[in-house]
């Protein structure tokens, strides 16, 4: 059964702080990984990663993979209480598995103090 | 273009009651997924509808199904509710070609339906 294991569960900072969120995953096949950020119901989504060793950046965020060792991280700098969240991770399956079934973590959650 | 819409946003229900809730793809996507999201947890995969018809399907039972229209909207009925139903239940659209490939497109999630089962 594929796996994701999110750490730490909860976090809090400081605006200006930079946070580094964990994710490490056990898939059968393996095709992506994504990163959502969850504040009030709807999860929005923020990178897909498929590929090892190459940063997807987006302002403030960063993120990065390493299917060698089966991890990625997310990283938040210079935070702002505009990031306080839950940061979901999940990975995707590969083709010819349901397109839309996503393995979630449990969420880590992101306070971010003024 | 407008997003995933879903209703009701909140409901109780009592045990043993029958829920539908209903969700409406973003615009352009044809693929629906559903995901149970219990307090302090990530979202747990339910089922995906394409094509009007269940394409996968997690570790839920029998009394969790649902259905998708021409349109591509779609319902999630749970039948014989229990209190552990008790969740915010995720509806996530995206589109999947012809080929059946998903390409690189990713989920879209709407608000969610809050359920609460006394």
């Known amino acids: 059964e594929d796996k994701v294991v999110q750490s730490p569960l909860s976090l809090v900072v400081h605006e200006g702080d930079t946070v580094t969120l964990n994710c490490s995953y056990e898939?059968?096949?393996?095709?992506?990984l994504l990163w959502y950020k969850q504040e009030k119901k709807a999860p929005t989504f923020l990178f897909m990663l498929?590929?090892?060793?190459i940063e997807k950046k987006s302002g403030r965020l960063s993120s990065i993979l390493d299917k060698k060792e089966l991890f990625s991280i997310l990283n938040i700098t210079a935070t702002q209480t505009g990031d306080s969240a839950v940061y979901l991770c999940?990975?995707?399956?590969?083709?010819?598995?349901?397109?839309?079934?996503?393995?979630f973590g449990q969420g880590t959650i992101l306070t971010v103090h003024p | 273009e407008t997003g995933v819409t879903q209703s009701p946003t909140h409901l109780i229900k009592t045990r043993g009651q029958q829920v539908t809730l209903r969700c409406s793809s973003q615009?352009?996507?044809?693929?629906v997924s559903w995901y149970q999201q219990a307090l302090g947890q990530g979202p747990q995969f339910i089922f995906q509808?394409?094509?009007?018809?269940?394409?996968g399907r997690g570790n839920f039972p029998p009394r969790f199904s649902g259905l998708q229209f021409p349109n591509y909207s779609s319902e999630l009925n749970v039948n014989a509710l229990e209190l552990d139903d008790s969740a915010l239940y995720l509806c996530a659209s995206s589109l999947v070609s012809s080929g059946g490939s998903s390409g690189a497109n990713v989920l879209t999630f709407g608000a969610g339906s809050r359920l609460t089962v006394l």
């Open positions: 498929t590929s090892s060793g």
């Open positions: 898939v059968t096949n393996f095709r992506s």
């Open positions: 615009s352009g996507h044809n693929t």
């Open positions: 999940a990975v995707r399956p590969a083709p010819g598995t349901s397109y839309g079934k996503l393995t």
């Open positions: 509808y394409y094509r009007e018809e269940e394409n």
